[in-house]
């Protein structure tokens, strides 16, 4: 390799770029905080979840009728789909981190298509509820089961929490379709990137 | 045996690699800002990674891997909804002022120029430049011994012709 004026050459220009100086200490303070924030949109997400769980606990603890019932069955499935999910995919996003950059490429490649998958079982599992929960308010109040007040008040939540889902759904979903479009760019092979050399 | 602290281990392996890590982080990324943050990615994720390091690679191929896995990751995220790097350089062959301010910040010319390449050419000969083997690069990369040299015959070609045009 040494024989090699031209890469030599490169390697002595190469080397002369170097990093700025840094403590132990000031890697340790950035590790941490980074960790930190992590954590925090952890909790964010598992006390998300407890609160689906909590609020379709108390709907039916005041109301046991059997289509409350199956609701709250769907959500708290939906829910612990969605815990189980969250586990895996952080767990994935650390662990793969020292496997070889194929291997990496192939486990990102998974992730964003998990990702779109249970983004489009979240959609479906959105619908259902909404099948179940819609007629079941709407002849709750013709029936005259539950006042205005009541009947507003659900209707209500029910749009927020459904607008809440598509715009999150949204979100995740141009995200890990982006991602996987760049990592599909990024891999073009190195022979159709540079036929004209061959 | 004992361990040494987590932070002596990290410290000495800043210490040994932290310019390595700095020329993939300027590699993958130039604008500064940016290369910040790309380089505070890959100590979270050496710092997290190195406990559970039990010598299956060597250390160095330990280090590159994350390097290059979390430059990727940046990469892949950081367009969305802006202009990509890559974008610019395809599309205007002029200097841009981000290039400008990397050569007054004393980096070299090559840098500009390995960042100019496509990405697998980028990765073999940012390996190659470091001085690894090509087992090693193939250990990094999860690719062939072959593979690795027909990569490298390739970037070389190509930094050569980007290097000429930036002299």
């Known amino acids: 390799m040494n024989a090699d004026p031209e890469m030599s050459s490169w390697r002595a220009e190469w080397r002369v770029i170097a990093p700025e100086p840094q403590t132990a200490d000031q890697l340790r303070r950035l590790a941490t905080k980074q960790q930190n924030r992590l954590r925090t949109w952890q909790v964010g997400e598992l006390a998300a979840a407890l609160i689906f769980l909590v609020f379709s606990g108390g709907l039916l603890w005041r109301n046991p009728v059997p289509e409350v019932w199956l609701w709250a069955a769907i959500v708290w499935a939906s829910t612990f789909a969605a815990i189980a999910f969250s586990i895996w995919n952080w767990r994935n996003l650390w662990s793969s981190d020292v496997k070889s950059v194929t291997e990496f490429i192939a486990t990102y490649k998974k992730r964003c298509l998990a990702t779109l998958r249970a983004l489009r ?36 939540i029910l749009t927020a929490f459904t607008a809440c889902l598509l715009l999150f759904g949204r979100h995740y979903r141009r995200a890990a379709q982006y991602e996987l479009d760049e990592l599909n760019k990024s891999q073009e092979s190195p022979e159709t990137l540079s036929m004209d050399l061959c | 045996m004992q361990l040494e602290p987590l932070e002596q281990r990290y410290a000495r392996l800043w210490e040994m690699f932290g310019a390595s890590i700095s020329r993939v982080a300027g590699a993958y990324e130039s604008r500064p800002e940016l290369r910040e943050d790309l380089l505070q990615e890959i100590r979270l994720a050496i710092w997290i ?15 590159f891997r994350i390097a290059h896995n979390r430059a990727l990751t940046h990469i892949w995220r950081r367009k969305r909804g802006g202009k990509s790097e890559e974008a610019e350089h395809l599309h205007d062959a002029r200097p841009n002022p981000e290039a400008t301010v990397i050569q007054h910040t004393n980096e070299s010319r090559l840098m500009t120029a390995v960042s100019q390449l496509p990405i697998p050419l980028r990765q073999v000969i940012m390996l190659a430049l470091e001085e690894l083997p090509y087992t090693e690069i193939g250990a990094v990369l999860g690719i062939s011994e072959g593979n690795v040299a027909v990569r490298v015959n390739r970037a070389r070609k190509l930094l050569r012709e980007n290097l000429g045009g930036t002299r």
């Open chain 1, 121 to 156: 079982f979240g959609l479906r599992f959105l619908a259902v509820q909404l099948a179940i929960s819609v007629p079941w308010l709407a002849m709750s109040f013709t029936t005259k089961r539950i006042s205005s007040v009541r009947f507003f008040t659900a209707a209500g």
């Open chain 2, 49 to 63: 990674a190195l406990p559970k390091f039990r010598g299956d690679s060597s250390l160095r191929t330990f280090v």
